[in-house]
Structure formats: structure tokens, C-alpha cells
């Protein structure tokens, strides 16, 4: 399973840092990115770190805001969220896939329960 923790209230042009923790499985031979899901949408992955290259892609909507890192040696990814907007808000959610170039919804074998975060004054 996948563990999601860190999300809050935060003002904009805050940071956050989200953390995404595996249990029962390891990390290395998946694909593994970050979701989100804001009020009314759908959700839309927004980074992931790639099988078997382990290169990090970002959606431009985070793209120099945010950074995911990982941990092999706590099997956790991360993601840092910096100079955070009001569109920003959404639930988080971390997703393993199996052996894959890329994060893709439907093909994702594991998720976590989410976490929420919220950007406000």
C-alpha cells in the first residue's frame, strides 16, 4: 500500500512537502508519480519519476514549483511544493505503475488514500 502524509493549509506563496511511503512492495521496478484531484475536475497527474531511466517529468502546470524526490533507502517518495497558488488546491495522491516510461491513471496498480492540501489566505 501507498501512505500519503504532509498536506495542510498553506498561504500562497508557501511551500508544503508531501511524502508517499510503500509498504508491502518495493519502489524499484515502478514508475511512481504524484496526482491531483482539484474540486470539480478531474484528476490529472502532475510528476512522475519513470521506469527503468528514473528520469523525473513535471506537468507545466507545477513545472518549476514543485520537485519529487525519492528515498530508496525509506522506499518514499516525495514531493516539495514551493511558491504555492490558490490553484494548487486539490487532493494529493501518489501512484505506483508497474514497469512504466510513464504515470499513467488507468494504469496505475497502486494508490494511496490522498492527502489534502489547501492553498488560502
Known amino acids: 500500500q501507498l501512505v500519503e502524509s504532509g498536506g495542510g493549509l498553506v498561504e500562497p506563496g508557501g511551500s508544503l512537502r508531501l511524502s508517499c511511503a510503500a509498504s508491502g512492495f518495493t519502489l524499484d521496478k515502478y514508475a511512481i508519480g504524484w496526482f491531483r484531484q482539484a474540486p470539480g475536475k478531474v484528476r490529472e497527474a502532475i510528476s512522475c519519476?519513470?521506469?527503468?531511466?528514473?528520469?523525473?517529468e513535471y506537468a507545466d502546470s507545477v513545472n518549476g514549483r514543485f520537485t519529487m524526490s525519492r528515498d530508496n533507502s525509506k522506499n518514499t517518495v516525495y514531493l516539495h511544493m514551493d511558491i504555492l497558488i490558490p490553484e494548487d488546491t486539490a487532493v494529493y495522491y501518489c501512484?505506483?505503475?508497474?514497469?512504466?516510461?510513464?504515470?499513467?491513471?488507468?494504469?496505475?496498480?497502486?494508490w494511496g488514500q490522498g492527502t489534502l492540501v489547501i492553498v488560502s489566505s
Open positions: 519519476i519513470n521506469y527503468p531511466d528514473r528520469t523525473t
Open positions: 501512484g505506483a505503475v508497474w514497469r512504466s516510461l510513464a504515470c499513467v491513471d488507468p494504469s496505475v496498480n497502486y
